[in-house]
């Protein structure tokens, strides 16, 4: 008896070895370990660190078995560690978080409690960054949270509030109320960085938020809550790298394709093994791919002898109704004699063949369904475009449209070019709002490229709300939008009332932009001399003051908004910490401006000292030092006399006032500039050449991608009166960042 049971051990013991070997071999290379710990480690990456395990070294898994439970390591370094929390086959790594935080203390930064900038550093790995998995996360009260890769792409956001119980009511939301996300990661990043700064140092929220910190995060992953902003920071940051991983895309054929692989010479030669597919992998400069087992086949497809034939027959899962037959890749399915059918259990299955009479009846029956189908479909066709027509009616009348009708005889004389668009017109006009059709979108809604019938191109914008109890103010700013007659502002054309939310119809303008000219060809010598800056400058000075004070009531370039929203560096200081946009808002922007041609450096720049990055401090602390030659564009100083530059950096001086009171007026400010156009030594009359080219970049616009969609129930007419290209692209220099981080 003890020697069957001894018999009957050794014989389990092999079977539950063979069993082992075979599991193990669809997982890592035969005699190598599968797990770190509780992370499994699929091959082509193995445990080990002399490569024996893995397809090569830079798939090699560091094991650290000091720690309990043992766990796994990217070692791209013996100081370099990333650790690991998840592989998949299909391609995904999960790795452990890492942190940019900063912690203040009576406005100053606490060191003990800062980790400052936080990188994650894949090169050389058959690895990159997802920035389709990923988002970049920032949590406070007062906080500017930036991610950029080695090549300088970057993009950012801003997180504020003034108390924890305006952030509660955005629980589970990064909406910039105490947390704030960027879905745009740098595609097919290596190298990547993130860092965490502020406005005012904490000195307003520290009672109850005295650290900020930034992330990048699995999406979905990070639920902001109010109490993540005044619990133990400490325990804040582990539980965010304990619990919100980061996620990686790795591929096997580095800087190969599927194609290249099969005709590869090298040792390793083509991955893919048998029963695979290969699917290319791009991640902007980063190429490769990845196998995948066919339908039918499952396992290792980077093991040999590949993937192995599923019997789908013999799982819980049959796909037959009735017989079912495995073959190799696949399975057939049959119905019993006398019965017809696929034998799909989700297809027709099984039947028993019908009499003909039964079949007579059933296509009796299913031709009579159809002509009852077809005549109800007629009558709710019919009652639907009656409603339809009633409900256009009834958004006229709830928008204002009797109102707009008795203004127009009123205003014949100033609205020649208006008109009131009807829905089809739009839709016509708009191939019904085609995607392809799309120019831009923003937080409140979408501008759309239209042709009318009579061949003009036109910007149509679709906002998302409206707030009735604005109705009347909304059709008197139509009214006075149309009145609006300066060359340097867009025209609009009319309105369409018909829909739940009006779309305003605007003339459509797109060339190039400013931003090219001033920043692509820096360094060279551009047509952007002395006399075309300040001509430039003055006209779009003019077209400013002329909608602050020429109007019929005062224009802002920018709404009152419920949240702080504009570019980084053209952002009024005074704006972001009230919330309350002035006409001196505008003149802190258009000082940015003039900065930007003075100096041909952008708004925000990572490539400048931390203090330095905001171009009004740069350009103002230049100033102060008395070094403005230093900081001005070559070209400039070389035709413009040391006076004429010194009085427009003062003139700059005056807008970038941190007291909106202490500006000067837009009137003021295009006064100055006029003066200074005239002092010009070379009109531009007299340069043909030049006029020509100033015309031409004059009609250069690219307003639509970048410009917000306000709702109707805050616009005081700013967002709808924007400035022109033909003159100057005020608008999309002002916003560009928004939708574009330089």
Not at 71 to 78: D, H
Not at 701 to 724: C, E
Request: hydrophobic content about 35%.
């Amino acid at each position: 008896m003890q020697i069957q049971k001894q018999a009957f051990t050794l014989i389990f013991s092999c079977l539950f070895s063979m069993l082992l070997i075979t599991t193990s071999n669809s997982i890592a290379k035969s005699g190598c370990p599968t797990k770190c710990g509780n992370v499994t480690i699929p091959y082509p990456f193995g445990i080990g660190l002399d490569g024996e395990c893995s397809l090569s070294p830079t798939y090699n898994i560091y094991c650290n078995t000091s720690l309990v439970p043992h766990k796994p390591f990217l070692l791209r370094t013996t100081t370099d560690h990333l650790e690991i929390t998840h592989i998949s086959n299909t391609g995904i790594m999960r790795i452990r978080n890492n942190i940019s935080t900063r912690c203040y203390q009576d406005g100053e930064v606490v060191e003990s409690m800062s980790r400052g900038i936080a990188a994650i550093n894949l090169f050389n790995l058959p690895l990159v960054i997802s920035d389709t998995k990923n988002i970049f996360t920032a949590v406070g009260c007062d906080e500017m949270a930036i991610i950029a890769d080695a090549n300088g792409h970057a993009s950012g956001c801003i997180a504020t509030c003034a108390s924890i119980e305006d952030a509660v009511e955005y629980n589970s939301t990064c909406s910039g109320i105490g947390c704030c996300q960027t879905a745009t990661i740098p595609k097919g990043a290596t190298i990547i960085a993130t860092n965490i700064g502020t406005v005012f140092n904490h000195v307003n929220v520290s009672e109850f938020n005295p650290c900020g910190a930034a992330f990048l995060a699995e999406r979905d992953k990070f639920v902001f809550n109010a109490a993540d902003l005044s619990e133990d920071h400490t325990m804040f940051m582990e539980s965010v790298m304990e619990n919100v991983p980061v996620v990686l895309d790795w591929f096997v054929g580095v800087n190969e394709t599927c194609q290249q692989g099969r005709q590869a010479s090298s040792e390793s030669g083509y991955i893919c093994l048998g029963n695979t597919s290969c699917v290319d992998f791009v991640a902007g400069s980063t190429t490769g791919y990845r196998c995948s087992c066919n339908p039918g086949y499952q396992g290792n497809p980077y093991l040999s002898p590949g993937c192995t034939d599923i019997d789908e027959c013999a799982s819980e899962r049959n796909p037959c109704s009735h017989s079912c037959t495995n073959v190799v890749g696949s399975y057939r399915c049959s119905c019993p004699k006398g019965h017809h059918g696929d034998g799909l259990k989700n297809g027709t299955r099984c039947s028993s063949n019908r009499s003909q009479d039964v079949m007579r009846i059933s296509l009796g029956i299913s031709i009579g369904f159809l002509l009852l189908s077809v005549l109800v479909s007629w009558v709710y066709f019919i009652t639907r475009k009656r409603k339809l027509m009633r409900l256009r009616e009834k958004f006229f009348e709830k928008n204002g449209g009797i109102l707009l009708t008795q203004e127009l005889p009123s205003n014949a004389g100033t609205m020649e070019s208006s008109k009131i668009f009807t829905t089809n017109e739009l839709k016509v006009a708009t191939n019904n709002y085609n995607e392809n059709r799309i120019l831009g979108k923003g937080g409140y809604g979408t501008v759309y490229k239209g042709v009318l019938k009579d061949g003009r191109e036109v910007a149509i914008k679709k906002s998302k709300v409206v707030d009735q109890t604005q109705v009347e103010q909304f059709i008197n700013e139509v009214v006075i939008l149309t009145q609006i007659n300066h060359r340097n502002v867009v025209k609009l054309l009319g309105c369409c009332l018909e829909t739940e939310v009006p779309l305003l119809v605007y003339e459509f303008i797109s060339n190039g932009t400013l931003f090219d000219h001033i920043h692509k060809y820096k360094g060279t010598t551009s047509w952007l001399t002395w006399e075309n800056c300040i001509k430039l400058a003055a006209e779009a000075a003019n077209a400013l003051s002329y909608l602050h004070s020429a109007a019929s009531i005062p224009i802002i370039h920018r709404d009152v908004t419920t949240l702080v929203q504009g570019t980084l560096g053209y952002l009024d200081p005074e704006y972001f910490q009230t919330s309350q946009l002035t006409e001196k808002s505008d003149v802190y922007s258009f000082g940015v401006l003039l900065a930007e041609l003075l100096t041909r450096e952008k708004p925000l720049s990572l490539e400048r000292d931390l203090e330095e990055r905001n171009l009004a401090t740069y350009f103002l602390l230049a100033e102060k030092e008395d070094r403005l030659m230093e900081i001005i564009d070559p070209q400039l100083v070389r035709e413009a006399s040391k006076d004429h530059l010194v009085m427009l950096a003062k003139l700059v001086k005056k807008c970038l006032n941190i007291h909106g009171e202490h500006r000067p007026t837009m009137k003021e400010v295009a006064i100055e500039l006029d003066a200074l156009m005239k002092q010009t030594r070379h009109p531009w009359i007299n340069k043909n050449k030049n006029y020509e080219e100033t015309t031409n970049l004059m009609g250069q616009h690219q307003l639509y991608p970048i410009h917000p969609i306000p709702s109707y129930g805050h616009n005081t007419s700013a967002d709808n009166m924007v400035l022109s290209g033909r003159q100057y692209s005020m608008e999309r220099s002002l916003i560009s960042e928004m939708n574009h981080p330089r």
